[in-house]
């Protein structure tokens, strides 16, 4: 059973305007999120947190936003830019096993000129 | 500094052979550990070293998968004897541990794309 979902395969956007890529957790013990970003025959590069402590944390054009009761957050990138286009990762640790990243399937995005 | 390297890149082997995979973590970070995605799914853990002990090996799909860091450094993942199923990519990360009390986000290698025929 897959604890970190992430429902859209794909998202396209036009460049400069806003991308939403949301991800859902069923595992209540989660309580540190993350975002890594995927290029063709690349390994996934770490984007952006947010400890359960926050509901919102931007850096730059990144924002995630978590909502704990909903066990729901989504990564904003505003304006998006064409080399942006690449497979979004959600991820999710817990406190109890600090070592462990749960993976949701990603969400390739395309953004276009 | 050196990221995470993996070798090999690629791997096509025939069903009932071995194949044993290579994973350079970066200097000085204690944890390593193994992912596998496959057929475009999520990347699931296998296992996380720290140092050379096995701190967390729950994601082992079975028997035929054995890893090891000899003196905490590189690390090696065997598949012996290779199913079909056992195609996919196989990522390796490593990080250090942060002030939070977690481990600091992983860095990852670019993968050893397996597949097995």
């Known amino acids: 059973d897959q604890q970190v979902k992430q429902n859209s395969p794909s998202l396209s956007v036009q460049e400069g305007r806003i991308s939403i890529l949301n991800c859902d957790y069923t595992?209540?013990?989660?309580?540190?999120f993350l975002w890594y970003k995927k290029y063709p025959a690349e390994g996934p590069t770490f984007l952006i947190s947010?400890?359960?402590?926050?509901d919102k944390n931007e850096d730059g054009r990144f924002t995630v936003f978590l909502n704990k009761s909903a066990k729901h957050l989504s990564l904003h990138i505003v304006p998006s830019q064409p080399g942006d286009s690449a497979v979004y990762f959600c991820?999710?640790?817990?406190?109890?096993?600090?070592?462990?990243?749960?993976f949701g399937d990603g969400t390739t995005l395309t953004v276009k000129p | 500094e050196a990221g995470v390297t993996q070798f090999p890149s690629h791997s096509v082997i025939e069903k009932g052979q071995t194949v044993t995979l290579r994973c350079d973590p970066i200097s000085g970070h204690d944890n390593l550990y193994w992912y596998r995605r496959v057929m475009g799914k999520e990347i699931k853990f296998l296992l996380h070293?720290?140092?050379?002990?096995?701190?967390?090996e729950s994601g082992m799909p079975n028997n035929r998968f054995l890893a090891e860091r000899t003196g905490g450094t590189y690390s090696t993942l065997k598949v012996q004897p290779a199913e079909l199923e056992d195609s996919g990519v196989y990522f390796c990360?490593?990080?250090?541990?942060?002030?939070?009390?977690?481990?600091?986000?992983?860095?990852f290698g670019n993968g050893t794309r397996l597949t097995v025929t």
């Open positions: 991820a999710a640790m817990s406190s109890t096993n600090a070592g462990k990243s749960t």
């Open positions: 070293f720290v140092k050379e002990s096995k701190q967390d």
């Open positions: 947010i400890s359960s402590i926050k």
């Open positions: 595992n209540s013990m989660f309580d540190y």
């Open positions: 990360a490593s990080s250090t541990r942060s002030g939070t009390g977690y481990n600091s986000p992983l860095h």
